[in-house]
């Protein structure tokens, strides 16, 4: 991979004061018609964090009713919401805990902060563009998913059916989110995820349009840095899975308004057609939710061990298959519903061969640390982490890809840490990673490095604290989505909560560092890593100028590069 | 490839055929209704029975004839969703009938609530793989079926196993087959 600072030749932005390039518009303008990509980023970020909070203090509640059997809390917050507190509608407050926790995690967190956030903010300066190809649908973007959020947080308001709010679980499988749940509560939550779909594929479009046409002169494709990659792939991911959820719950949405009879066996309709649909979508959604993961961490690896990372096709291309490949194994979500035993040999056998490029990524992050002058800075060390908790989680992947296995510990505890491993674990770790790595060059301060370990090290004991223990409970056979278990579980129940109050303990770490960078941090430098950041961010002052790129920075070739480094002995 | 400058492809070229792309998803996910429904029953896909013509039943009757075709066994279920108040039961539990010979099954029916009421019957077999060898000549599950305020009646099936299952290695160590049906309020379809 060429694309190196070293390499690129063409101006210092900020040594060549641009009169317009900082010129920014008034409060409002700037961030409430913002079209620049890196506010809009910094938006997505702000928005990812806020929503983080609410999720994650749902995920707290959880853990405090589950620390031990019997129902504790849950009357109290179905009185706090205006509700009569009786067994049904505590248990309908539980379905609508686990319901937003897993939307909000999962399309308010995760994809607004790795895709919205640190996309935006870094496409466009890794590539060498000015800005995003079409920065107004940006803007839209942003205010969509937005108004996603705000109409999944006015659905716990209204009646679901049994209680206030939208209890049908992530997967809102019918028919609990058809005749199962009456009352508004449910249309306003589907409602929600069309907006955030419609921002996201707008997103999309926007992402391989800036990507396929924007790139400076001399980056190619084969030069791009990976995390480029990865938001390419993951663009697309998008851009072909979402549509099918909008198909799915808008036939939900007439299912429940217009007398139509899609899931409904009474009228000619399947059920089970709405779970084909929602993990056609669901599958590509998890890769969508860990791709741009994986590119953050290949930055950061290569950067501090000093090494261009280690098989660059073969990273950029085994995305590309995990991609491709991700859209035809979905049915692995659905091995109980009863499909035949040769589509369930199929389905086993076609996640098991996401292994082979999941793993080609791991053994090429090894290879890149291999014999490199590693430094464990703050980055670093999260995607180390991460690098080794996503394993232990794609390690319970492809044993629960086994659809005779999964028949025993199918909608168990131990699906609920396989998937917690790969997210709450991956992604989150590489979103920590990506935010230490980059928040210098967004910020231009500096956090500290003392609390950022401190935090790692306390978020790792807790996270793995949590939701290690629920393999076991998940291999004695306690079942996902319930807010009681017998008296047998609560050993382990009790650490995980006792997990959770160690994590949240790092959280609050997490919030004292950026306070400290932002009122007291060092000034950063263009780039605080040292000649281990090759890409084009770190060769523009932090944080960049308001435009940048206005004259294109020529990325030159391999062997341009080597020519010229030889032709002048004396530049080294 | 040197330079690609960014003017060379419009932005909004790009834009339009991944919008196109977009909606061409959007339309597969409404398709599928129609088209999994459509595959269920040309493959037999999730235990989805065959239906056939007096003149397919007669055809697979002497072509088991002349094959020499054996006996397999078949049982019926029946169960009616939760909210639907019909007492619903096969007349008999199991058959024994001759490959490629037409039989008649019968179920009953009876609607023990005070108003009438239209049923209908979804169906599969069990194992999924003697779906596609599964016949149906008549059935009730071809059409919604009313009751009357305590009426019962009782509902043929006229089935055959067609004699080429004994071809197909998957149906090799089937030696009974479970034809399952479940009764549904009927819905005013679309």
């Known amino acids: 991979m060429a694309t190196t600072a070293d390499t690129f030749q063409a101006h210092q932005e900020h040594g060549r004061a641009h009169h317009d390039a900082d010129h920014k518009p008034g409060f409002f303008a700037r961030w409430f018609m913002s079209t620049n990509h890196k506010d809009i980023g910094t938006l997505y970020l702000i928005f990812a964090i806020t929503a983080g909070i609410v999720g994650g203090a749902i995920s707290g509640i959880m853990r405090a009713e589950l620390a031990a059997p019997g129902i504790q809390y849950l009357g109290w917050w179905v009185q706090l919401m205006g509700g009569e507190a009786n067994f049904d509608a505590n248990l309908h407050m539980w379905n609508v805990l686990i319901t937003a926790h897993g939307l909000i995690m999962v399309f308010f967190m995760v994809m607004p902060a790795m895709i919205g956030g640190f996309g935006n903010w870094f496409v466009p300066l890794m590539i060498g563009a000015p800005d995003m190809a079409f920065p107004r649908m940006n803007n839209i973007s942003f205010w969509l998913t937005v108004a996603g959020f705000t109409s999944l947080m006015l659905s716990t308001f209204v009646p679901g059916g049994t209680g206030q709010g939208a209890g049908i679980g992530w997967t809102a499988y019918a028919p609990l989110s058809t005749s199962g749940s009456t009352g508004p509560a449910v249309d306003f939550a589907i409602f929600s995820l069309h907006l955030a779909g419609a921002g996201s594929i707008l997103g999309a479009i926007n992402f391989i349009t800036t990507i396929f046409n924007m790139r400076a002169p001399g980056m190619t494709l084969h030069k791009m840095p990976l995390f480029v990659w990865s938001m390419l792939v993951t663009a697309f991911l998008l851009l072909l899975a979402l549509p099918v959820l909008a198909a799915a719950i808008t036939m939900l949405i007439t299912d429940r308004n217009f007398g139509t009879t899609f899931f409904d066996a009474g009228g000619g309709g399947d059920p089970i057609l709405y779970q084909h649909l929602f993990w056609f979508f669901g599958h590509p959604e998890v890769y969508i939710m860990i791709l741009p993961g994986f590119g953050m961490v290949s930055q950061i690896v290569a950067t501090f061990s000093r090494k261009p990372v280690f098989g660059y096709l073969g990273m950029a291309y085994a995305m590309v298959a995990i991609g491709v490949v991700g859209f035809v194994v979905w049915a692995h979500h659905m091995y109980t519903v009863g499909l035949d035993v040769n589509t369930k040999m199929y389905f086993t056998a076609a996640t098991m061969v996401i292994a082979v490029p999941t793993g080609v990524k791991i053994f090429s992050w090894i290879a890149t640390m291999w014999g490199g002058s590693i430094e464990f800075k703050s980055p670093m060390v999260w995607a180390i982490g991460m690098i080794f908790l996503f394993t232990v989680g794609g390690v319970t992947g492809v044993y629960l890809a086994n659809g005779g296995i999964d028949d025993v510990v199918h909608d168990t505890y131990f699906v609920v840490a396989h998937f917690h491993y790969v997210l709450s674990m991956g992604a989150v770790f590489s979103l920590f990673a990506a935010f230490y790595y980059w928040f210098p060059k967004m910020s231009g301060r500096m956090h500290s490095e003392l609390l950022s370990h401190l935090h790692f090290w306390v978020f790792f004991v807790g996270v793995n604290l949590i939701f290690f223990p629920m393999h076991f409970l998940g291999l004695q056979g306690m079942p996902r989505r319930y807010p009681d278990y017998t008296p047998a579980y609560t050993e382990f129940n009790h650490l995980a909560t006792v997990g959770y109050m160690i994590m949240a303990a790092s959280m609050a770490i997490f919030f004292v560092n950026v306070l400290y960078a932002l009122l007291a941090g060092k000034k950063a430098p263009d780039n605080p890593w040292g000649p281990g950041a090759t890409t084009l961010e770190w060769t523009l002052s932090s944080p960049p100028p308001y435009h940048q790129f206005e004259t294109l920075p020529v990325i030159e070739d391999n062997k341009a590069a080597h020519d010229r480094e030889h032709g002048r002995p004396s530049h080294a | ?190």
């Not at chain 2, 977009?22 to 029953?41: D, H, T």
């Not at chain 2, 397919?56 to 169960?79: H, K, Q, Y």
Request: aromatic share 10%.
């Open chain 2, 1 to 190: 490839m040197a330079a690609a400058a960014p003017t060379q492809r419009s932005n909004a070229k790009v834009a339009f055929m991944a919008a196109g792309f977009a909606l061409a998803m959007l339309g597969l996910g409404f398709a599928s209704a129609p088209l999994y429904r459509l595959f269920c029953q040309v493959t037999g896909f999730g235990g989805t029975t065959m239906r056939a013509t007096e003149s397919d039943a007669a055809l697979a009757e002497r072509l088991a004839a002349s094959a020499g075709a054996g006996t397999i066994s078949v049982r019926f279920d029946a169960s009616q969703d939760r909210g639907l108040p019909w007492r619903f039961r096969p007349a008999q539990s199991t058959q024994q009938v001759a490959i490629g010979q037409r039989q008649m099954a019968f179920y009953t029916a009876r609607n023990n609530s005070d108003r009438a009421i239209t049923g209908r019957a979804t169906y599969n077999v069990e194992p999924e793989q003697a779906a596609p060898w599964f016949n149906k000549i008549q059935c009730f599950c071809f059409t919604e079926q009313t009751l009357q305020p305590g009426e019962e009646v009782r509902m043929p099936v006229l089935y055959y196993i067609d004699p080429k299952a004994k071809d197909d290695p998957l149906m090799a160590d089937v030696e009974q087959v479970t034809l399952s049906y479940t009764f549904h309020q009927a819905k005013d379809a679309p």
